[in-house]
């Protein structure tokens, strides 16, 4: 694990001061196939949410839905009440001040690998989450071509890595054995492309 992390709430309001709504920080894959998974008519948190981007993915995609951001960066969510008129709260995760039992769905879309407290954060995440509801996260797998840049670099904006059986083991230490699968995403950055590969689990409590 990263003993340095620059995941504060400067770090984070500048990012999306500078990339707003066209920022590269966008899963469609993963996304794709979290929508197949989300029924209508459902109260959904997303923690870590940014901007606000995957929320209005699910504002259009399905009917009658209860949705709330949640992020470290006061510009993010900003910018999700402008861009989408979506709720959202500041927080410093893995401080979750909401109400426990109380979502259907709890997203962590590339979250968990920046926050250091990962079990007070799967904790919490589950323990908003009703009985019978999901908890879903992406994170970059093990065998992603990003592994060997976060190796490398000591700025890296993740404090660690997973491998399917730490992932696997970290969601059963409060839900049940999740479902994970691989998807492959393509990004456009600062001019050059590049390809990841990512995990993504899905938990029952």
Not at 103 to 118: A, G, R, S, W
Not at 136 to 147: I, L, N, Q, R, W
Request: proline content about 3%; charged content about 30%.
């Amino acid at each position: 694990m990263r003993t340095k992390n620059i995941n504060t709430s400067s770090h984070w309001d500048t990012k999306w001061g500078q990339e707003g709504k066209n920022t590269w920080r966008q899963y469609p894959n993963i996304n794709k196939q979290e929508l197949k998974w989300i029924e209508d008519n459902k109260r959904l948190a997303d923690l870590g949410c940014g901007n606000g981007f995957f929320l209005n993915l699910v504002q259009q995609d399905k009917e009658n839905m209860k949705l709330i951001g949640l992020d470290i960066s006061s510009v993010g969510i900003k910018q999700l009440k402008e861009f989408y008129n979506i709720n959202g709260v500041v927080s410093i995760l893995p401080k979750i001040p909401l109400e426990p039992e109380s979502f259907d769905y709890v997203i962590m879309n590339e979250l968990i690998e920046h926050v250091v407290e990962e079990d007070e954060l799967l904790k919490n995440a589950f323990k908003i989450c009703k009985t019978g509801g999901w908890v879903f996260v992406s994170t970059p797998s093990d065998h992603s071509p990003k592994y060997k840049d976060f190796i490398k670099n000591q700025d890296s904006e993740h404090v660690r890595w997973y491998d399917k059986e730490r992932l696997e083991k970290s969601l059963m230490l409060y839900g049940k054995k999740p479902e994970i699968i691989i998807i492959k995403e393509d990004f456009t950055r600062n001019g050059i492309h590049s390809r990841g590969e990512y995990y993504l689990a899905r938990s029952q409590k």
